[in-house]
């Protein structure tokens, strides 16, 4: 079996359901996530849509508890997922690694040493705080600790929560679409969600487990473009793609379905679209199965980049390519056809 590392588990708490299980089912079966917000008054503002974690969208307490409530969350159904005995989290090199940008004055990096805390994990607990970025960095980061031999399991995720002062300073910027957002469609703008989700990456061979995914290769790189903008030919995201594909080994060709970031705002969905174009070129990128999350969980910010690893896992398994919720018509500059309704699909590489 391959030496890369493995993912044989994960858990969610998200917009669809908290738990893999209830996730999954409302995944498949195509449900949007984002309602009228209730958590806050909004009343003062042009949007009023947002995307809270399931059974939580009333809950007003400290933003701090609610990411700890669903880390935790997430992890234990994370551990469940992979059949790992919390006990063994005490005996094996365990690391945690954090994607969390909480916005104000809230500390982020006590959030995943209270994690580690309460599971019992005297490893490293690390915390990666880049935006919208900050949990793919944290999965990328955790596999390579196993792969330099820092770490034979590590908990890799995000966590965030929707704020007032989130939510008002995005409605500041204007890129808050007044509907639920539909990535990569003619209505412009995002919508801003919540939630939490880790993997469980283990060191091949560690245990008698059968992985559900390996993950080959990873890459990164920064736009230094704008404090709230995409370079607009996406020479940023084109590197980091660029660079996934050749730590995988894999080519363009391999790849068979892309998971987008696809916010739905202009600048973002154009960049991104720029940034395929110029690694798959036009003919390959035209036809390649590609979709976005955020019309069904909303722009959950730190959180956001691995329950989009998540929803990838889960359709992989499920043989289809992940819909993209709300798509109608295609814009200007934008993928022709991003995949509007599931669809079969014999899945080997993915890219998210």
């Known amino acids: 079996m391959s030496d890369s590392p493995h993912i044989t588990g994960w858990g969610v708490a998200s917009p669809l359901g908290v738990g893999r299980r209830r996730f999954r089912a409302a995944l498949l079966r195509g449900r949007i996530g ?45 551990l469940d997922h ?112 919540e939630g939490a989700g880790f993997l469980v990456i283990e060191r091949a061979g560690l245990r008698d487990a059968d992985p559900y995914a390996l993950l080959r290769g990873y890459g990164l790189s920064g736009d230094a473009y704008h404090e709230t903008s995409p370079e607009p030919r996406g020479r940023g995201v084109a590197a980091a793609i660029r660079s996934a594909l050749e730590d995988a080994g894999a080519s363009e060709t391999e790849i068979g379905y892309l998971n987008a970031h696809g916010t739905g705002t202009v600048a973002n969905d154009t960049a991104e679209w720029c940034a395929i174009q110029s690694v798959f070129g036009s003919e390959l990128a035209g036809s390649l199965p590609l979709s976005s999350s ?35 018509d295609p814009r200007p500059g934008g993928p022709p056809r991003p995949v509007g309704s599931k669809r079969p699909a014999p899945l080997s590489y993915e890219l998210a």
Request: with cysteine; charged share 15%.
């Open 82 to 193: 992979a059949r790992l005995d919390p006990g063994r989290l005490r005996t094996t090199r365990v690391a945690l690694t954090l994607g969390a940008s909480l916005f104000g004055d809230h500390t982020t990096e006590s959030l995943a040493r209270n994690l580690t805390s309460e599971l019992g994990i005297s490893g490293p607990a690390i915390t990666i705080s880049t935006a919208c970025t900050s949990s793919t960095q944290a999965i990328g980061f955790g596999a390579e600790l196993i792969r330099e031999g820092f770490a034979d399991i590590v908990l890799a995720g995000g966590i965030d929560a929707l704020t007032p002062a989130l939510f008002a300073g995005f409605h500041a910027l204007g890129v808050l679409s007044e509907a639920p957002c539909t990535p990569f469609g003619s209505q412009m703008g995002t919508t801003l969600g």
């Open 34 to 78: 984002i309602a009228s917000v209730r958590r806050f008054d909004t009343s003062a503002l042009s949007t009023h849509v947002g995307a809270m974690v399931a059974g939580y969208e009333s809950d007003d307490r400290d933003p701090t508890l609610l990411c700890h409530e669903f880390g935790m969350l997430a992890l234990r159904d994370a």
């Open 294 to 328: 955020k019309g069904h969980l909303g722009h959950a910010q730190s959180a956001a980049g691995v329950l989009e690893v998540i929803t990838t896992l889960e359709c992989m398994g499920a043989g289809l390519v992940p819909t993209t919720a709300g798509f109608e």
